[in-house]
């Protein structure tokens, strides 16, 4: 059919007509924000990692004006986490509400047989996988790995206590994998409610380990009090800055170095509701990477000696259903499911 310059013009405007009609919705989507504040929910006690970190991105975003809106952090520990992640179920259709969470996703769930899964919530972004280190205290003899190994090897079964956060949580998991190489002896397993508490009770010889993460433990490592022993992955931490006055991260040997062949590293993730649609993810997603961009943040990075590793959308999913296998796994052969 032949047009005349009359019917191209027509067709021209109807075509930028049908066109923006098919880009607007999509600029929309990028320009959502919250219209309320946003709830920040920690489904682990005061004090601990998971706590420290929601709560230093809050003021993150309150320092740096990162969003409009306020950002309020609460702590949901009950049930070993359970209670904020069945908050987080039961508001699906909200989307302002995030989550922190730490391993304690896949263990919560698989451990305790609460009605909740991962998949209940919708996939943000990996903000960093977190590094768990043998730590006694410094009055105790034991110098090396190799030391306190021995030690709990020649003692009595369970004789030894190894504090934790939670039960048939992160700690315990690795607690069981330490005794493994024990010599058939094990720990009496001593749980507490957050990180932070566990420190203190290390402090106060009330425990004889823990396995702490570095975030947890470095202030007491500082003041000279506690003493790291071993940190429980492949390879040593690349944060060579001295924390102590002689030490760095990076001075603390692999376990596996050291004589103990345990290694386990733990998530530090975000997640939004379920029924989020993608311009809310990416809203947060942003927000997070802008968080992320701040000296504060790689400043909080090298203090907690985090692995910094981040990631979003279908590679962090396909982590989150390789994560959950592993665990599954292993609390499988620890006797932690909670259909054993």
């Known amino acids: 059919m ?30 959502w924000e919250p219209s309320k504040p946003v709830t920040l929910v920690i489904p682990a006690g005061t004090g601990g990692g998971a706590d420290q970190m929601a709560r230093f991105i809050q003021g993150v975003v309150q320092k740096h004006s990162l969003m409009k809106q306020p950002l309020i952090v609460i702590n949901k520990a009950g049930g070993a986490g359970a209670e904020g992640f069945l908050e987080m179920k039961a508001s699906a259709n909200d989307p302002h509400k995030i989550t922190i969470t730490l391993s304690n996703v896949f263990t919560t769930p698989l451990g305790t047989g609460s009605p909740f899964n991962w998949k209940d919530m919708k996939p943000v972004a990996m903000l960093a996988l977190d590094q768990f280190i043998l730590w006694t205290n410094s009055e105790k003899p034991y110098k090396t790995t190799k030391d306190y190994v021995e030690a709990v090897k020649a003692g009595e079964d369970r004789q030894f206590k190894m504090g934790g956060t939670g039960s048939k949580q992160e700690d315990q998991i690795v607690t069981a994998a330490v005794e493994q190489q024990t010599g058939g002896k094990k720990f009496t397993y001593v749980p507490y409610a957050g990180g932070g508490q566990v420190a203190v009770q290390l402090v106060g010889n009330h425990v004889d380990s823990t396995v702490n993460n570095p975030i947890e433990a470095v202030g007491q490592w500082r003041a000279g009090q506690l003493r790291p022993l071993c940190i429980f992955d492949a390879q040593r931490s690349t944060y060579t800055a001295k924390v102590t006055e002689k030490e760095a ?92």
């Not at 005349?4 to 607007?24: E, F, N, Q, V």
């Not at 802008?290 to 590679?315: C, I, L, R």
């Open 249 to 340: 991260w990076s001075d603390i040997p692999t376990c596996k170095e050291s004589g103990l062949p345990v290694e386990y590293q733990m998530l530090r993730g975000i997640f939004t509701t379920k029924n989020a649609k993608p311009e809310q993810v990416a809203f947060y997603v942003d927000l997070l990477k802008k968080v992320m961009a701040t000296p504060d943040w790689k400043e909080f990075m090298e203090k907690g000696a985090f692995n910094q590793t981040f990631m979003t959308g279908p590679d962090f999913e396909k982590w989150l259903t390789t994560a959950e296998a592993l665990h599954s796994d292993l609390m499988k052969k620890a006797g932690f499911l909670a259909t054993q």
């Open 2 to 31: 032949i047009r005349t310059g009359a019917s191209k013009a027509r067709t021209i405007a109807i075509a930028l007509a049908a066109s923006a009609c098919l880009t607007a919705p999509a600029l929309a989507q990028q320009k």
